[in-house]
T-cell receptor, first 115, second 112 residues
């Protein structure tokens, strides 16, 4: 089966612009999580969506937002980009069965560079 | 904030040697997982150990968990050049709707 697909893989933006990243989870997976990865901070949790509802949120400013659609695809948006938003943005999906452990399958990531 | 912290930050070994990586965490957990990341790519799940388990094996991987010390170790035996990657521990904390919290990772280099 297809893995987690993230688009675009690479993008360059300038300060003040906004960006939308897309994630298609594995078929049948209803939970989608987003992480920001930078060399200095490592992997930082952004948010998790389950059945179109945000179920968990990390400590990021309101400029970072997301949503999930009825087909479980998810998007995240960053507005008013800052240089520090340059990072690899990783999406992960999880089937989350009853009593199942929270094991994530990651996409290849979207590399965002803010100039 | 990071829940898990890996040690060492970087490790360089010769092919065929064993690699041991450690992870410490701060709060109660349901399980602890190890992931691998090849340069610039997504993370790949390697192994999961539940809080009531002490040791788990998967192929050349062996993971231990000591909940009294809040620590875990990942052993890769007979390492190969293809094992060169970054390794992360991730904790799944107790409680409903928990999220995985990752450490900053260990960079493993296996010299051929």
């Amino acid at each position: 089966k297809a893995g987690v697909t993230q688009t675009p893989r690479y993008l360059i933006k300038t300060r003040g612009q906004q960006v939308t990243l897309s994630c298609s989870p594995i078929s049948g997976h209803r939970s989608v999580s987003w992480y920001q990865q930078t060399p200095g901070q490592g992997l930082q949790f952004l948010f998790e969506y389950f059945s179109e509802t945000q179920r968990n949120k990390g400590n990021f400013p309101g400029r970072f937002s997301g949503r999930q659609f009825s087909n479980s695809r998810s998007e995240m948006n960053v507005s008013t980009l800052e240089l520090g938003d340059s990072a690899l943005y990783l999406c992960a999906s999880n089937r989350l069965g009853a009593g199942g452990a929270n094991v994530l399958t990651f996409g290849a990531g979207s590399r965002l560079t803010v100039l | 904030s990071q829940q898990g912290e890996e040690d060492p930050q970087a490790l360089s070994i010769q092919e065929g040697e064993n690699a041991t990586m450690n992870c410490s965490y701060k709060t109660s957990i349901n399980n602890l997982q190890w992931y691998r990341q090849n340069s610039g790519r997504g993370l790949v799940h390697l192994i999961l150990i539940r809080s009531n388990e002490r040791e788990k094996h998967s192929g050349r991987l062996r993971v231990t968990l000591d909940t009294s010390k809040k620590s875990s170790s990942l052993l890769i035996t007979a390492s190969r050049a293809a094992d060169t990657a970054s390794y992360f521990c991730a904790t799944d904390a107790s409680g409903a709707n928990s999220k995985l919290t990752f450490g900053k990772g260990i960079t493993l280099s296996v010299r051929p």
